[in-house]
């Protein structure tokens, strides 16, 4: 079993920036890829960026290539998202993915943070 703890999620103002944080923790092998979607009220969940273990190869969904950028730590075990430029429209709960690719494929999921973009 994975257990992925988020932070970092707040209030931020149009313009500002947030920087979310994901830690994994248990057991830890064969990491694919780990990320971020988002979901905002009614909506259905959304990618927003992946980064993959091997190469650290990135994908962004084109709302929000150019502001957000995703890392990962050199243990492979935790990823970040910085937000900059927030729009309204980025808010959501943000919901960090760790894919494991072992005999099968596995997802799991953090417990999500709320990220509120508003004047």
């Known amino acids: 079993q994975v257990q992925l703890v988020e932070s970092g999620g707040g209030l931020v103002q149009p313009g500002g920036s947030l920087r979310l944080s994901c830690a994994a923790s248990g057991s830890i092998t064969d990491i694919y890829l780990m990320g971020w979607y988002r979901q905002a009220p009614g909506k259905q969940r959304e990618l927003v960026a992946t980064i993959t273990s091997g190469d650290s190869t990135t994908n962004y969904a084109d709302s929000v290539k150019g502001r957000f950028t995703i890392s990962r730590d050199n243990t492979g075990n935790a990823v970040y998202l910085q937000m900059n430029s927030l729009k309204p429209g980025d808010t959501a709960v943000y919901y960090c993915?760790?894919?494991?690719?072992?005999?099968?494929?596995?997802?799991?999921w953090g417990q999500g943070t709320q990220g509120t973009v508003s004047s």
């Open positions: 993915k760790l894919r494991q690719i072992s005999r099968a494929t596995y997802d799991y």
